[in-house]
């Protein structure tokens, strides 16, 4: 989430944000820039392995001379640990077919930014977009959505630099919660209240269900417009080669939420999510979890049956080699009302992995 800190610099400064990058182009130049690997040799990457078990051999061989004779146990079992080790990676890298060479992607276009103004609904108010991205649909054909090619190129991005193992995490978002993204008012056959030409995605995502039932539905429509595009990218993991000879989703966890439970009040409890994953990420496939028994207060009704959204990430974390009890977090804010003694982690969530 930080660039490398700026030496020589104000401590409170050295920490630079790294901002979300709304442009294909810009995270092209930035990933795809320099030297691309060449493919993986699994002989080149034993031998760098077994160099770093060479190096623990002589030094637990030069600490036997200095170790008490009460000691020298331990350090026969470290040494049996490292032999059966050795054995783990002669077999692993022994199986690994050579990968072929990373092929950099197209270019992604080059997009404009939104420069026509839009009204916001209810109000006199004219908002711009200054972004170097775009988030609007072409006035008049519905089926044009410059929002849905930049999205679709940007997973794109995100599954390439995978399978040339570049990186291994990586955030998207379709567009941030108070977003000026413009849908048709008709979309997808449903209608939005009022049926204006055209309407920011988000100031409509208020309106009390109890006094509007049109708006709803076509809040579904683009839940299910984004979802379907998500997984036209993420079929494609399917099909993708993986470093270790597999596909690339076998080596992927996608973590598919929305920021809230219900938007039009800001609820953040009951909220949904879906998680994908490969036969070598221990996701527990083709199960539903209905999670109860926690503190948190439920959506509706009385008592208590929710559990804080951190007890999912303190689940997800040894799948990165972090093993943590503790997960804290600051979601304490205007829209926020549960007290500051709500506890903000139970534990990590059972169910999710096998």
């Not at 570049?166 to 000026?180: D, E, H, P, Y």
């Not at 990218?233 to 992927?252: K, R």
Request: glycine residues 8%.
């Amino acid at each position: 989430s930080y660039r490398p800190p700026i030496a020589g610099s104000d401590i409170s400064l050295r920490r630079q944000p790294l901002y979300p990058e709304t442009s294909p182009l810009n995270v092209f130049n930035r990933i795809f820039g320099g030297t691309l690997p060449t493919g993986t040799d699994p002989a080149k990457i034993l031998a760098q392995k077994l160099s770093v078990l060479d190096y623990m051999r002589k030094d637990l061989a030069r600490m036997q001379t200095l170790i008490p004779a009460t000691e020298k146990d331990r350090l026969t079992n470290h040494a049996n640990a490292i032999q059966q080790l050795e054995a783990s990676l002669r077999q692993t890298y022994g199986m690994m077919p050579n990968t072929a060479v990373c092929t950099k992607p197209a270019m992604p276009p080059t997009y404009a930014n939104t420069s026509t103004g839009k009204q916001m609904m209810g109000t006199s108010t004219t908002v711009f977009t200054t972004y170097s991205g775009v988030d609007y649909y072409v006035t008049g054909s519905p089926n044009s959505h410059p929002h849905l090619d930049l999205g679709l190129n940007q997973l794109r991005l995100i599954k390439t630099a995978f399978a040339c193992d570049l990186v291994r995490v990586a955030t998207f978002m379709w567009s941030a919660g108070t977003n000026w993204v413009v849908f048709p008012g008709m979309f997808q056959g449903a209608t939005i209240k009022g049926s204006p030409q055209s309407t920011p995605h988000h100031p409509p995502s208020h309106s009390d269900p109890s006094m509007d039932s049109m708006t709803p539905l076509w809040l579904n429509q683009i839940n299910q417009f984004y979802s379907q595009a998500t997984s036209t990218v993420l079929q494609e993991f399917l099909s993708a080669p993986d470093v270790d000879g597999g596909m690339l989703i076998d080596n992927t966890i996608i973590v598919y939420l929305t920021e809230v439970a219900r938007a039009w009040d800001h609820n953040q409890q009951n909220m949904p999510l879906m998680v994908f994953g490969g036969k070598n990420t221990g996701v527990q496939g083709g199960t539903f979890l209905k999670v109860t028994g926690g503190p948190l207060p439920q959506q509706t009704g009385s008592g208590n049956a929710n559990r804080p959204f951190n007890d999912l990430w303190l689940a997800l974390m040894p799948k990165f080699g972090v093993n943590a009890s503790v997960l804290t977090s600051a979601i304490k804010g205007t829209y926020y009302t549960n007290p500051a003694s709500t506890p903000t982690y139970t534990g990590a969530l059972p169910g999710v992995f096998a």
